[in-house]
């Protein structure tokens, strides 16, 4: 009962964004001139999945142009937060890579995938309101829409939410500022 409850402010934060801001038109960021994270040379120079092409892509969409994203860009369909997460305005997204949802067992993540509700109460631990930055990170954490606190750490170039480490961040699309993660964020309780 505890879990169905506490995923509904997920949804409800979610679906608020959407309604208040979903209308409203988004003023394109400017591409992040300097993303931070060793895995960035990844991403490809220019085309979809590009820094220039991302900033203009809502952030599902822009997810989907990158390849070792594809299992979260699912996870959002599935969970059916897609057009809430695509008009969210002002967030930032500790975005999972294939690799990190690996790590979890697959029947775990079978069962996870399967409700609605576990799955958004999943997603939802790895979003915070407004667009941080890599200085944000000093900070120490963020409380997520899922309701628990993310710690954050800088130690020289290695950025870290809880113990992922940021392999690219600082990424900016049309409406949400985007961290790639080596591991999934796992929520208390």
């Not at 979903?22 to 990844?42: E, F, I, K, L, M």
């Not at 070792?68 to 937060?81: D, E, H, P, R, W």
């Not at 870290?160 to 591991?183: E, F, H, P």
């Amino acid at each position: 009962m505890r879990t169905r409850l506490s995923v509904l402010p997920v949804v409800a934060a979610l679906s608020f964004t959407a309604l208040t801001y979903g209308a409203a038109a988004h003023a394109a960021p400017s591409p992040s001139p300097s993303p931070v994270g060793s895995g960035c040379g990844a991403l490809p120079k220019s085309g979809p999945g590009s820094l220039s092409e991302i900033a203009n892509e809502p952030l599902v969409t822009a997810a989907s142009h990158i390849p070792q994203l594809s299992t979260l860009v699912s996870a959002v369909k599935k969970a059916g937060l897609e057009d809430a997460a695509n008009s969210a305005k002002d967030i930032t997204v500790f975005a999972p890579t294939n690799d990190a949802f690996a790590k979890i067992p697959k029947d775990q993540f079978d069962k996870i995938a399967a409700d609605k509700r576990a799955l958004a109460r999943l997603l939802g631990h790895h979003i915070v309101e407004g667009r941080k930055s890599p200085a944000d990170f000093k900070n120490g954490g963020f409380t997520t829409l899922e309701g628990s606190r993310v710690t954050t750490s800088v130690s020289d170039d290695t950025y870290k939410v809880g113990d992922a480490k940021v392999v690219c961040g600082n990424i900016q699309t049309r409406n949400a500022t985007l961290y790639i993660i080596d591991s999934v964020l796992k929520p208390r309780g």
